[in-house]
Every structure is written in structure tokens, then in C-alpha cells.
């Protein structure tokens, strides 16, 4: 093969700022050997490819043209092989970015007004829309903090407990692997492979105290600062339904961009990854829920996605970011990630069942098997070995679905090497068979061997091999302190505001005002201008006010119940990540509450206490309502509690009524009982 030209790049003046991130790399090594050096090159090839495929591309105005951006990324400078134009997955990179769906992560800010008109990646794209994409103007490249991810015999397992006895099962042993800035690295398995497992050892998302084998990231160990440059795509989306996509991002951005960007800028960060992302035309749509039609399932991921490259991270972290999805947003979703990895990121995904066109799109491939590594190398030779070790598929296959029966063990349409075939009929057990084939079983152990004997160890050599970083630029990794992103003052205002704006739909809900007015006016009629001339009369009204807090007192106890288990994903996910101190996300949760709380039960009284006649001037009016207020927060405190102590809803809701139930009976009995004295403390006439 034909090798090493060396392209010099158009220099733009992001060039001037990425060399100062590009002059932290030492030269990398020249052995022929691989390792991080060789991988690297053979990264940067594809991108340098890409750009001459893209600059020779009809329609694109040529290397020279007034629209077109030659993005150079942290390593540019460096060499690319020819012979990499000519890998399937080049020439599949270089026609994708001929669609104009590159990326690029900055601070440049486009006019609402051209945003309007630009679609540069929407669900109802047409090529039409895509080519117009294409000929927009392309914005510079922001460095990222290099992140070069390696691990090495990883292991976990976790404690089942029963009810008479616990059993350990182990979830994954023995994998290596690493993926570098600028590569996009996917795990791929059968369900149950433990690809989410090992994506969350990854991402420090799991106890590193019960992870065996080592995981560095710039080889030292996972540190309370990686928290600021990981981003992390949850297999679910968790994201509050209430809220726009451009209040969700600008949130996100108030609260994880660092200190020293101001509000403007950090708001105008937000709606860059929204114009980046292609999410523009959708910017005003809530993002929806089960009760509430809110943006598309492709819409929903890119959200997620943009929530996490708005940091800027140094890593991403993906869980099934295609699953649900047809294949064509699939595949732009995965054209995304390779853009955001060539803006130096490094990027891990797992993946269910890859259609071929995305298989080609990673650069590196992890296959996973009952948690035991059956291939770890280039995504482009995954085929190539499993050929070198005698399976072969039988007819024309997707080699993702190839991949993907191989570690099933199901070998119905692919060849078998003679050696597991003498295998099994020198073992000459049935157990061994099925139809007269290997089971499952005998091909699993048979690719977890062959991987560990003619691959694993070479692997594990080149990840010895230091990566080619400043010390210092390494040891940045390790430094332990947190970095918030905003004042905890800030904090507490920011979800204060966000509280308010997610929750006023479920508090305004026409079915919630229809419950509270019906009932007032009901209580309104059957005390109509009720007398408190007579005792008699001021025991009827203390019924009254005691039915008014016994209903203050059950509503907001079952809304607040339901506050901490459904916002647990949440409260999970921005936690790490750093987002915010707990103090202020618990302070803000529970004040955020009381504004809202209040409209209701002031219309309430307003209807119920004319209806009824109680007593007409201001001060007994406003001390009703005060004590209808403290009811409210002393009900809310509790169902905040219950449902914080419990965490789980058929539990909280239980315990709430029993709760409940005995408060009102002990009232019951106070006014029953004890009418006068309640009289003079419910009533205010004494
Ligand atoms: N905390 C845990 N306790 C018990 N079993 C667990 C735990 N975590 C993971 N597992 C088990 O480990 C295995 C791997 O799980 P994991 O979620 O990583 O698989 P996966 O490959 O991501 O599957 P899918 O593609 O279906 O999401 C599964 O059998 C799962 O039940």
C-alpha cells in the first residue's frame, strides 16, 4: 500500500487556537507497532481524508470557497495514509460530510432570523434541505481538554441477595480496550452482554471500589474532576417534560458552564448546540412526556445529546442512543457522533443492531459476549478476524447481525472452523450439540478463547505504551476538586425558576382547578350564609373550617409524594454531573412549591368564604388563610418526607393515607369532642 503524504492544512483562526491545545501533544512515537500512536494517525487519516473528499465535492464551493471552513482539529498537524481513502468507512465518512452534517462545537452565535431558515438536520430533512445545509457557513472548532481512555482487564460483579442467602454473579470479566480523542468507539453484544455495565464502569458511574483491573483516563484514575468533562447519554431520556428544548438547554448551560462565562454567554452557548444540533425549528416545543405530545423520538435524543456536548466534554459516553429510532435519523444521529468526535472528543456508544451503513461509521468495535470480550480492534477488521479464526457468514450479512449471532453462539448461517466441530464430537456429549452443532455455549468459550490467545495479550501490550501527553496536561486529570458552574446562590435561583416553570402546568391543569372551584362552591352551597349568631351556628362553621383543612391538608400531601421518585432519574443524572449542591436542589424544590401552591387555595377561600358568610373583614380573612397556608406547607413537608424517606410510590402513597387518615380522625375527635375550645382557636371570634 501506498503511504504517508503529508497534507498541510488551510490555516483558519481557530488553527491559532487549537495549537495551543495541539502544542500539549508531544510527537507521537513511529513504531509501526500501533498502539495509541498508530491509532492515532490512522484517526486523523479519515479526517484528513474527509476534507479532501469534501472540498472536492460537487456543490461545496471547492478547498477555497468563501463558505467553506477547513476544520482542523487538536491534531491536524500531524500525518494521514493514503491507503485509509480507500477504507470503506473514509469513503462513508466523506460522503456523509458531503451532506453537510459536520459539527462543530464553539461559541458563535447565529441570528434568530438565519436560524429560521436553517435545517441542517431535522427529521423531515430532504436532500434539498441537506444540501442547503451544506452550503452554510461552518463555525470554528472550540479545543477540548484530550481525554485518552484505556482499560485493562476490567471485571465486575455484583452481590445478589436473596431472602435466605446472597450469590455473587459476575457481570464482566477480563475486558481491555481503549479509545483515543477523535475515535468513535462502540460496544456492541447481545442484550444482557453488559455494554450498559461496562458504559457506566466507564463513564465512573458505578462504585470504582468494586471494579476490578484498571480504567485510566490520560493514565491516571478516575477523579472528582472528570465529572466537568464527561458527558453522559442515559439509555432513557430523562429530561422534564414541561420544559421547552431551549429551556432545557439553557438551564443545562446556566447551571454546568463554568463560573467565568457570564449569562449572556452561557445562554448563547445554549442556543448555538440548539442551531449545531439541528433543533431549531423544534427550540419552542415542550419536550414532552406520557400525557403531554411533545417533540419526535430522534428530537428527544438530539436533546439529550446537546445537554451533554453543551460542556463542551472532553468524553462522551453514549447508551443506546439509537434504539427506537428508524434507520435513517439513526444513521444521522451516529454521523453526529462522528462529527463530535472529530472535534477532538473521544466518544463511547453502545449499540443494539447497527444497520451496515452505521457499522462502517465506528472506528473502533468492542463485542461483547455473557460479559467476556469476544473482539476488541478496528470496527473496519472486526470481519476480517473472525474470518482469521475460521467463521465466515454463509450468505450476504450485515456484519453487525454476523456479529451479533456470532456472540448469541447461534452459528446458523456461518461457517465454523473444523477445529470446534472435532471439538465437539471428541467431547461426543449431546449436552454439547444441538442439531448436531455446536451449542451456544461451545462457540461462546470457543471466541473467548481465541480472542485471549491470539489477540488479548498483544492488545494489553500496546496499552503499556504511554500516551503522548505532557505530564502535566496528564496530571490535570487528577485534580480532585469539583467544579460548579454557578454560585450556590445561583443554583438555588436557577431551579427555583426551573421548579416553577416545569411544575405550573400540573398545578394549572384544567382537571386540578375544575376539583378545587366544584368543591368550593360545593362547600359554599351547603354552608350558604351559614349564622355564627348562635353556638350552634359557630360549631357549624368550625365543621367547615375543618373540612377546609383536612382538604388543604390531603392535596398537597399526595402531590408532594410524587416529587423525589419521579424526579430521582433526574436528581441521579445531574448529580453526577455535578450540576448543582443537594442543599440547593432540596431548598429550591420544596420553596419552588409554595408560590404555586398558594394560587389555588386563595381562589378557593376567596369562593368559599363569601359563599358561606364567615365573617367579613380583613384580618379574620387573611388569618384563614394563613392557616390554610401552614396546613399546606406542613402536608407538603410531610409528603416530601415520606416519599424522600421511601422513594418508592406504592409504599409513600400507603403510608400518606394511613397518615392522613389518623391526622383527620385526631381532628375529628378535636372538634367533635372539644368543639369550644377548637371554636375559639378555628374561628377567631374569641
Ligand atoms: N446491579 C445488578 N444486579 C443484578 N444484575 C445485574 C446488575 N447490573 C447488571 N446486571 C445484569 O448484568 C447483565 C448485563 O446487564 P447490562 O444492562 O449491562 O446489559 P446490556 O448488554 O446493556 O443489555 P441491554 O442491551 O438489554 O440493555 C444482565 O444480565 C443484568 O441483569
Not at 477547513?70 to 494521514?80: D, E, P
Not at 444540501?131 to 463555525?139: D, G, I, L
Not at 467476556?372 to 472486526?382: D, I, R, T, V
Not at 453526577?576 to 398558594?598: G, H, I, N, Q, V
Amino acid at each position: 500500500m501506498e503511504k504517508t503524504s503529508v497534507y498541510s492544512l488551510g490555516r483558519t483562526k481557530s488553527d491559532q487556537l487549537l495549537e495551543t491545545m495541539a502544542a500539549a501533544y508531544k510527537s507521537p512515537p513511529t513504531n509501526e507497532g500501533g498502539g495509541v500512536a498508530s491509532e492515532e494517525s490512522g484517526t486523523l487519516s479519515r479526517k484528513s481524508s474527509k476534507r479532501q473528499m469534501t472540498a472536492a465535492s460537487p456543490g461545496r464551493g471547492g478547498g477555497g470557497g468563501k463558505n467553506t471552513h477547513i476544520r482542523k482539529s487538536w491534531s491536524a498537524q500531524m500525518k494521514f495514509d493514503l491507503d485509509d481513502v480507500s477504507n470503506g468507512a473514509a469513503l462513508s465518512r466523506a460522503s456523509s460530510a458531503s451532506l453537510g452534517l459536520s459539527f462543530s462545537f464553539t461559541g458563535f452565535t447565529v441570528p434568530p432570523e438565519d436560524i429560521a431558515d436553517s435545517k441542517p438536520f431535522s427529521d423531515d430533512d430532504t436532500p434539498a434541505d441537506l444540501e442547503a445545509a451544506a452550503q452554510k457557513p461552518k463555525f470554528q472548532t472550540e479545543p477540548t481538554f484530550p481525554i485518552y481512555l484505556k482499560f485493562t482487564d476490567v471485571s465486575y460483579k455484583v452481590i445478589i441477595k436473596g431472602m435466605t442467602s446472597s450469590e455473587e454473579k459476575q457481570i464482566l470479566s477480563g475486558i481491555t480496550g481503549s479509545v483515543n480523542p477523535g475515535q468513535v468507539l462502540a460496544l456492541m453484544g447481545p442484550s444482557g452482554s453488559g455494554k450498559t455495565t461496562l458504559l457506566n464502569l466507564l463513564g465512573g458511574r458505578l462504585n470504582q471500589s468494586t471494579v476490578g483491573g484498571s480504567i485510566t483516563y490520560n493514565d491516571q484514575p478516575y477523579s472528582k474532576f472528570l465529572k466537568s468533562r464527561i458527558g453522559f447519554v442515559t439509555q432513557d431520556d430523562v429530561l422534564f417534560p414541561h420544559l421547552t428544548v431551549k429551556e432545557t438547554l439553557t438551564y443545562a448551560a446556566l447551571l454546568r458552564l463554568p463560573k467565568h462565562l457570564t449569562k449572556e454567554q452561557k445562554e448563547k452557548r445554549a442556543l448555538d448546540v440548539i442551531y449545531e444540533l439541528g433543533l431549531e425549528r423544534c427550540q419552542d416545543t415542550m419536550i414532552g412526556g406520557s400525557f403531554v405530545r411533545g417533540v419526535s423520538g430522534g428530537e428527544r435524543k438530539r436533546v439529550c445529546i446537546a445537554n451533554e456536548i453543551l460542556i463542551n466534554p472532553s468524553v462522551l459516553f453514549l447508551d443506546e442512543p439509537t434504539s427506537g429510532l428508524d434507520s435513517t435519523t439513526a444513521l444521522r444521529i451516529v454521523q453526529m457522533l462522528q462529527d463530535i468526535a472529530e472535534a477532538g472528543k473521544t466518544v463511547v456508544t453502545t449499540i443494539h443492531q447497527p444497520s451496515s451503513r452505521l457499522f462502517h461509521k465506528f472506528d473502533k468495535l468492542i463485542l461483547l459476549g455473557k460479559g467476556s470480550l469476544l473482539y476488541f480492534g478496528k470496527a473496519s477488521e472486526a470481519m476480517s478476524y473472525f474470518s482469521s479464526i475460521g467463521c465466515n457468514p454463509l450468505i450476504a450479512m450485515n456484519p453487525a447481525e454476523f456479529l451479533l449471532d456470532l456472540a448469541n453462539g447461534n452459528i446458523n448461517d456461518v461457517s465454523v472452523p473444523s477445529e470446534l466441530e472435532d471439538r465437539v464430537q471428541m467431547d461426543n456429549s449431546d449436552a454439547e450439540t444441538i442439531n448436531g452443532k455446536p451449542s451456544p455455549k461451545v462457540v461462546h468459550d470457543y471466541l473467548v478463547e481465541a480472542y485471549e490467545t491470539r489477540v488479548a495479550e498483544n492488545e494489553k501490550k500496546k496499552l503499556m505504551v504511554p500516551i503522548p501527553l505532557d505530564e502535566e496536561v496528564k496530571l490535570k486529570v487528577s485534580a480532585p476538586k469539583r467544579q460548579w458552574g454557578a454560585s450556590w446562590w445561583e443554583q438555588y435561583t436557577l431551579l427555583f425558576c426551573r421548579g416553577i416553570k416545569e411544575r405550573r402546568h400540573d398545578y394549572f391543569s384544567w382537571l386540578r382547578i375544575t376539583q378545587v372551584l366544584s368543591t368550593a362552591i360545593i362547600l359554599g352551597l351547603l354552608w350558604w350564609q351559614s349564622d355564627s349568631s348562635s353556638p350552634k351556628g359557630l360549631q357549624d362553621q368550625a365543621g367547615l373550617i375543618f373540612f377546609i383543612a383536612v382538604f388543604w391538608g390531603f392535596f398537597p400531601v399526595f402531590t408532594a409524594i410524587f416529587t423525589f421518585p419521579q424526579e430521582r432519574a433526574m436528581l441521579n443524572k445531574e448529580r453526577a454531573a455535578d450540576m448543582y449542591r443537594l442543599s440547593a436542589y432540596f431548598l429550591a424544590r420544596t420553596t419552588s412549591d409554595l408560590p404555586l401552591d398558594l394560587i389555588l387555595p386563595v381562589l378557593f377561600l376567596v369562593v368559599v368564604y363569601f359563599m358561606a358568610g364567615l365573617r367579613m373583614s380583613a384580618g379574620p380573612f387573611f388569618l384563614s388563610l394563613l392557616t390554610v397556608f401552614l396546613c399546606i406547607v406542613a402536608a407538603q413537608g410531610l409528603g416530601l418526607a415520606i416519599g424522600a424517606t421511601l422513594m418508592d410510590l406504592k409504599k409513600a402513597t400507603t403510608l400518606a393515607s394511613v397518615t392522613v387518615m389518623t391526622f383527620m380522625l385526631a381532628g375529628g375527635y378535636f372538634v367533635k369532642v372539644k368543639t369550644w375550645t377548637s371554636l375559639k382557636f378555628m374561628t377567631f371570634q374569641w
